[in-house]
């Protein structure tokens, strides 16, 4: 998870103090010094957060809000207005949020490569207001990006020094309900303000590890004091990078850099869904014509999960068919804890994507099998409620 950045230019976060006074191990990622581990150990740290609750510092993440410059006081007509501002760049139906409803999409160039995954949401209080989080390997390019689709016609603010703290697994809504009530009643994928003492906290119910919990905005005055609550509780320990990656990974959630970049479009990686019904049929996103050709089948690659057996193949290993034949690259993998096995994302041609086929991974110079399989690995257990 680490990367190449000089130490001497790293950036840190609000809370790097509280990381190293955990034993947390600092390692350079997306330029920012973050914690990779905690004494426990990666393995220990990816299994507390499936059965209880994990707090992952993700600050170094691109949080910011787009906010209509004249606002006519009709809410519908100021969402459009705030929607066609960023609808050009990405392929998601921002128009059709409701209030408070946030939408994985895509910023994507002119090819139909992704150039990021983000989160857009509908503020739930004010008309022609946009709540953006975007990658931190990306933010800078994709914070200017949006800022010049905006013009003159919105302010564009980035909050990105502020704390971006994650609370995932099965106990994080208990965890969270005791500190900020109400947050129980958030349905997934929405976000909304709550108080918490002095501290107004943005909260949404959402997060990358297959697992129900929420992603809280936090100013950097009160991040210490809210970690230090969270932490307090005995059914929360601190995880690190190591382990989100893992978590995520068998999720079967790409990780932009890796399984996603500015070649892949999101039917390539799997992300149809991501690709909004009104978009589609508008054919008005960025790179739609080759997007919309590979909807109806014209495609050359596309993501699949791996059970890998013996050792893990990482980033980079190449993906054999039955006759020793390179076909592909893995794009992310490694040891499933959760799964108990090795486990991989990679692209392949579509002939050779059926779940059940039987492919290899050179790992080290020697083919290991590998079987294509459905995803996610481990069961998204995202909350939903009863219709």
Not at 28 to 55: C, D, N
Not at 203 to 226: F, K, N, Q
Request: net charge negative.
């Amino acid at each position: 998870m680490a990367d190449e950045t000089s130490d001497a230019n790293l950036k840190t976060v609000v809370l790097n103090d509280k990381h190293i006074a955990a034993g947390g191990r600092m390692v350079p990622f997306s330029g920012y010094a973050l914690p990779v581990q905690y004494p426990t150990g990666i393995m220990a740290e990816h299994k507390w957060t499936r059965e209880h609750a994990g707090l992952f510092d993700v600050s170094h993440m691109g949080p910011s809000f787009l906010t209509l410059t004249e606002r006519s006081g009709d809410d519908a007509r100021d969402h459009a207005a705030i929607a066609a501002l960023i609808e050009p760049l990405i392929c998601g139906d921002i128009a059709g949020l409701a209030p408070g409803q946030v939408r994985y999409t895509l910023l994507l160039n002119d090819a139909g490569g992704a150039l990021d995954d983000l989160m857009v949401a509908r503020s739930p209080r004010f008309a022609g207001v946009l709540y953006i989080v975007v990658n931190a390997g990306t933010k800078e390019g994709d914070f200017a990006r949006i800022a010049a689709a905006a013009g003159n016609g919105a302010e564009f603010r980035r909050v990105d020094d502020n704390a971006l703290l994650a609370l995932q697994g099965p106990e994080a809504v208990a965890v969270l309900e005791t500190l900020v009530p109400g947050v129980a009643d958030l349905a997934f994928m929405h976000y909304a303000p709550f108080q918490w003492g002095e501290e107004q906290l943005i909260i949404s119910r959402s997060g990358y590890t297959g697992e129900d919990g929420y992603e809280i905005l936090c100013s950097p005055r009160h991040a210490p004091a809210l970690w230090d609550a969270l932490l307090a509780d005995e059914r929360v320990k601190p995880i690190g990078l190591g382990a989100r990656d893992s978590l995520r990974l068998e999720a079967g959630l790409p990780l932009y850099g890796h399984d996603l970049d500015e070649t892949v479009s999101p039917t390539e990686a799997g992300l149809k869904f991501a690709v909004s019904k009104r978009r589609r049929e508008a054919a008005d996103f960025p790179g739609a014509a080759r997007i919309l050709k590979e909807f109806a089948g014209d495609l050359s690659r596309v993501r699949v999960g791996l059970l890998v057996d013996g050792a893990p193949a990482r980033e980079g290993a190449e993906i054999l068919d039955a006759a020793g034949t390179v076909i592909g690259k893995v794009t992310s993998g490694g040891f499933g804890p959760s799964v108990g096995r090795a486990i991989a994302l990679g692209f392949v041609p579509p002939a050779h994507a059926a779940p059940g086929t039987m492919l290899s991974v050179s790992v080290r110079g020697r083919a290991q099998p590998a079987q294509v399989t459905e995803t996610p690995f481990v069961p998204h257990r995202y909350f939903r409620k009863a219709k």
